[in-house]
């Protein structure tokens, strides 16, 4: 298996109590992914090493976003190309956060997505992926 641990938030009180485990089942990271809510867990990490990693967030009313890197420069994005460029709000890493409406996924897309990272450290070629763009505010 490609992935080497799997660090799971769990927000109490505003300080995060999660868990790292090394060498995690697809059992184990999948629980992980299904737990995800906006309260207490928001964010999973599946790491292979400390610049290659794949993080999956949010789980408020089914959304997830997912982001990789292999680099730890470039952080392309799973995204569904068809939906509108819409702002949502969603909680991420115990903060709440706008995110484009494309990158809201459904939960078997984020786990497809894992899977296949999980077992080869590739993009699922099946899904859609866009670079991560830089926001200016004026």
Known sequence: MFVL????????????????IESPTWSQ??????????TTKN???LGADDE??????????????VNVTFDNVRFP????PSKLD???KLVVGG???NYSARMCVKLETPLLADKTFTASGKLDISLSWEEEKALVML
């Open 5 to 20: 641990n799997l660090s799971a938030e769990n927000w109490v009180c505003n300080q995060d109590e999660g868990d790292l």
């Open 29 to 38: 990271i999948e629980q992980g992914i299904r737990e995800l809510n906006v």
């Open 77 to 80: 994005n799973l995204v569904y």
């Open 95 to 97: 903060q709440e956060g």
């Open 43 to 45: 964010l999973v990490t």
């Open 86 to 88: 819409a702002i949502e």
């Open 52 to 65: 290659c990693y794949m993080s999956i967030g949010g789980g408020e009313s089914g959304k997830y976003i």
